[in-house]
């Protein structure tokens, strides 16, 4: 009402009462937050870290985040090392970037070739092979052994390192239609010509073999408890990192917080030379085990409190092994329990 009688003086009351108005707008308004990407993307550098297959290359995406505070654009660096991250050298994307359809050949036999196909947009890759060096390919089409079905979906896995003819997929349960959170581990004794079950309700992806020692495998269930065979798949036993008294790796006489007891499993690595040295990657560490899952040791780099782990590579052997965590801080790696996590710093390459 007041705002109505105002209105009804001359001009100059009318523009009083509006600037009345604008103010009193104005004082209701809350303050400007700060600068939108500095709150979702915070001007960090967050690394992803990855072996290439079939050598001792590592290979780290580095993407930098704006920010207006940091006065940072978006960028994303490449680099790649073939000394366990003694020394890196920043390539071109082309250089890390590899072929999402090219999975290469069999470790023991370099003329069997296979290669992911995607049928169509939003379905999972399948598998071709071909034995005449690439001329000619076809389908794997993972027909279940013992039935007249095929898997209704499969993701690779891993070849086994030593025998040319097994590999291993995660792949749709019979019955389960394409809904992926109904899987099992699948193994192949026939170059992909035919599968069999070798454990139900597994998570995908999660998988890991002993190169040395193929006989043992790990996968995950559920994202929680960590499945470990020595046989091949033949028999399994249930470990569950943080599900016993553990002590940090680093701090050998205290107990790990209680928070990161309930693990949420999303990688899993297997020592290349000592199968009973298993890691299993969790967003706030690493589980490590050195007897093959009686006793585990939490390792957590020093890093922002909100940082979370989303890749893992486990290299190297004997003295000279050493541990990488691409984190949303950055790339660490630990070479000596005793020594610590160390942050790798990029800066003069970036420049």
Not at 96 to 111: E, F, H, R
Not at 130 to 136: A, F, H, I, M, V
Request: with cysteine; hydrophobic share 40%.
């Amino acid at each position: 009402m007041t705002c109505v009688k105002r209105l009804k003086v001359g001009r100059l009351s009318s523009c009083i009462a509006c600037l009345v108005i604008l103010a009193d707008l104005l004082l209701t308004i809350p303050p400007k937050p700060a600068h939108a990407l500095d709150q979702v993307l915070p001007g960090k550098r967050e690394a992803s870290v990855f072996m290439f297959p079939g050598t001792n290359k590592i290979g780290v995406i580095l993407t930098t985040w704006p920010s207006s505070k940091a006065n940072t654009m978006y960028q994303e660096s490449y680099f790649v090392s073939s000394d366990l991250g003694k020394r890196w050298q920043r390539v071109k994307r082309a250089d890390v970037m590899l072929d999402p359809l090219n999975i290469g050949a069999y470790p023991a036999d370099s003329t069997a070739l296979f290669r992911r196909k995607l049928v169509r947009l939003g379905s999972p890759m399948l598998l071709e092979r071909s034995s005449d060096g690439g001329k000619t390919w076809e389908p794997i089409e993972a027909h279940v052994k013992g039935t007249s079905e095929i898997l209704p979906w499969y993701t690779f896995c891993a070849f086994h390192p030593k025998d040319s003819r097994t590999l291993y997929v995660i792949g749709g349960l019979l019955g389960s239609g394409n809904a992926s959170e109904s899987a099992g581990l699948y193994v192949s004794h026939d170059s992909g010509h035919s599968f069999a079950l070798l454990v139900a309700n597994v998570d995908d992806r999660q998988f890991a073999i002993g190169s040395s020692h193929p006989e043992v495998i790990c996968v995950s269930m559920f994202h929680k408890y960590l499945l470990k065979s020595e046989d091949s798949g033949e028999h399994w036993q249930v470990v569950v990192p943080g599900l016993c008294q553990v002590r940090d790796c680093l701090k050998t006489n205290e107990f790990v917080q209680n928070e990161f007891l309930q693990p949420w499993i999303t990688d899993i690595a297997i020592n290349a030379t000592d199968p009973k040295i298993i890691f299993a990657q969790c967003s706030a560490g690493i589980w490590r085990t050195d007897d093959g899952g009686t006793n585990w040791c939490f390792l957590r780099p020093v890093m922002d409190a909100d940082a979370t782990i989303s890749s893992l590579v486990v290299a190297g052997s004997g003295s000279d092994k050493a541990i990488f965590a691409g984190t949303t801080s950055g790339l660490y790696v630990l070479r000596d329990a005793g020594k610590g996590w160390e942050l790798v710093d990029f800066e003069g390459l970036l420049k």
